[in-house]
C-alpha cells in the first residue's frame, strides 16, 4: 500500500513533527510494509528522520504526482482546516484534498483539530471538500463545528495522534549536565497577539515560584520562533531561568517535559508530551483546542492570553496546589490518558482498512466496466 501525508510537516514545529513521527509509527506497526511520502516543507529533513520519502509541498507537480501513484491520502493530524492563523491553509489543505477528490483517490482526514472557521468562503470550502472523505477529529467542538456548517459525512472523534506515541528510555543530555536540585516547572510559551501581558503574567508567577526554590525551564516547540517567545519571558523574570535548546529532538524534549514536576503550557503538544509521561500540567490558552485538550486530561486552564481576569498571583497558587497534590494528579492522567494512548493507534487501522475497501471497490467497478 501507498500513502501520501499532508500536513504542517517541515516547519520545525515540535507538535506537528510529532503527529508526523506517531501516524508513520501508527502506520508500520499495522502495515509493516506501507509505502509513505510525505508532503513537506523539508524533503531531506523530512526523509532522513523519518525514513519515508517526501516531496516539496509547493510543488503542485510533485504533489499530484505523489497522489497519481498513491493508493490514498492521509490529510492531519493537527489543525489544518482553520483560518484563524494563516488565511491561506484552508485553500492549501482543501485544494490538495480536492486533487485526491478528482483522480478519485480514497481521503483520510486523521485526527484533526477543526477551526475556527471565520469567514464563510472558508465554511463553504470546508464543506464541499469534504463530502467524499472518510473523517476523524480530535475533539467534539470540531465534530460539532462540521455538522454546524453542513458536513453531513459520518464524523468520528478519536485522540490526538501523539497520544499514542510509543516511547523509548527518555534520555536528555541537556537535562543531565545541568544538575538541576529540587522540584522543575518546566513552560512552553508562544508569541501570540494580545492587548493582555500574559507573557509579564507568567513571568511574575515563574519569579514566586523560582523563590520557593523551583527550577523554571523553557521548552521552545517552535524552534527559534518559540526560543524567542521564551527569552523574552525569561527577561521579564527578576529570578534565573533556563531555556532548553530549540533544536532537540522530539524524543529530548518529551524527556525533559516528563522528568519535570509540572509543565505550564501554551502548546498543545507540550501539553500532550506532558500527558503521555503523566506529570501535571497547568495551561495557558490562546486557542479553544487547549480548553479541548485540558478537559480530556482533567488539567486545568489558569487563564486565557486575552483575558484580564488572571494575573502572575492567581497563576502561581494554581501551580503551587498542583504540585502539592502531583502525585494523585500523575496517578488520574496515567488512568485517563492510558485509554487514549491504546485508542491512538486504531486510527491508523481505521485509515488502512478504509483505503484497502476503497481500492477493492475501485478493481471490482473498473471490472464491471471492462466487461461491458
Not at 60 to 89: F, H
Not at 139 to 163: F, H, M, T, W, Y
Not at 202 to 217: F, N, R, S, W
Not at 248 to 264: H, N, P, R, T
Request: hydrophobic fraction near 40%; include cysteine; charged fraction near 25%.
Amino acid at each position: 500500500m501507498k500513502v501520501v501525508l499532508s500536513g504542517y510537516y517541515g516547519f520545525d514545529n515540535v507538535g506537528d513533527e510529532a503527529i508526523l513521527y506517531s501516524i508513520i509509527q501508527a502506520l508500520r506497526d499495522n502495515e509493516p510494509g506501507i509505502e509513505i511520502t510525505v508532503l513537506s516543507n523539508n524533503p531531506p529533513f523530512t526523509e532522513k528522520t523519518y525514513n519515508v520519502k517526501a516531496v516539496d509541498r509547493w510543488s503542485m507537480l510533485a504533489v499530484c504526482k505523489a497522489l497519481i501513484a498513491s493508493d490514498g491520502l492521509i490529510s492531519g493530524g493537527g489543525s489544518l482546516l482553520q483560518d484563524e492563523t494563516k488565511l491561506r491553509s484552508i485553500p492549501y489543505y482543501t485544494g490538495v484534498i480536492q486533487f485526491a477528490n478528482l483522480i478519485r483517490k480514497p481521503v483520510f482526514i486523521y485526527a484533526q483539530g477543526i477551526g475556527p472557521l471565520h469567514h464563510p468562503f472558508s465554511r463553504a470550502v470546508v464543506k464541499k471538500v469534504l463530502r467524499k472523505t472518510e473523517i476523524t477529529v480530535r475533539d467534539q467542538a470540531s465534530k460539532k463545528l462540521l455538522e454546524r456548517i453542513g458536513v453531513q459525512n459520518p464524523i468520528k472523534i478519536v485522540p490526538d495522534p501523539v497520544l499514542g506515541l510509543k516511547l523509548a528510555e527518555q534520555i536528555s543530555t541537556w537535562w543531565e549536565k545541568q544538575a538541576f536540585t529540587g522540584s522543575v516547572v518546566t513552560v512552553s510559551v508562544r508569541d501570540w497577539p494580545s492587548s493582555a501581558d500574559y507573557k509579564h503574567k507568567m513571568a511574575e508567577a515563574l519569579d514566586i515560584l523560582a523563590q520557593e526554590g523551583k527550577q523554571i525551564v523553557f521548552v521552545p516547540m517552535h524552534g527559534k520562533h518559540d526560543e524567542k517567545a521564551s527569552k523574552e519571558t525569561a527577561e521579564k523574570m527578576k529570578e534565573k531561568s533556563y531555556i532548553a535548546p530549540y533544536d532537540a529532538s522530539i524524543e529530548e524534549k518529551i524527556a525533559i517535559i516528563g522528568k519535570s514536576d509540572l509543565l505550564v503550557g501554551m502548546r498543545l503538544h507540550a501539553l500532550i508530551f506532558s500527558s503521555i509521561t503523566y506529570t501535571p500540567f497547568i495551561a495557558i490558552s490562546y486557542d479553544p483546542k487547549i480548553e479541548a485538550f485540558a478537559e480530556i486530561a482533567g488539567q486545568p486552564v489558569a487563564g486565557h492570553v486575552m483575558d484580564e481576569g488572571w494575573n502572575g498571583s492567581s497563576l502561581s497558587q494554581a501551580i503551587r496546589a498542583a504540585l502539592q497534590n502531583k502525585g494523585a494528579e500523575s496517578a488520574h492522567l496515567k488512568e485517563t490518558i492510558g485509554c487514549l494512548q491504546r485508542e491512538a493507534s486504531n486510527t491508523a487501522q481505521k485509515a488502512i482498512q478504509y483505503f484497502e475497501r476503497e481500492v477493492k471497490g475501485n478493481k471490482i467497478g473498473e471490472g464491471s466496466l471492462k466487461k461491458r
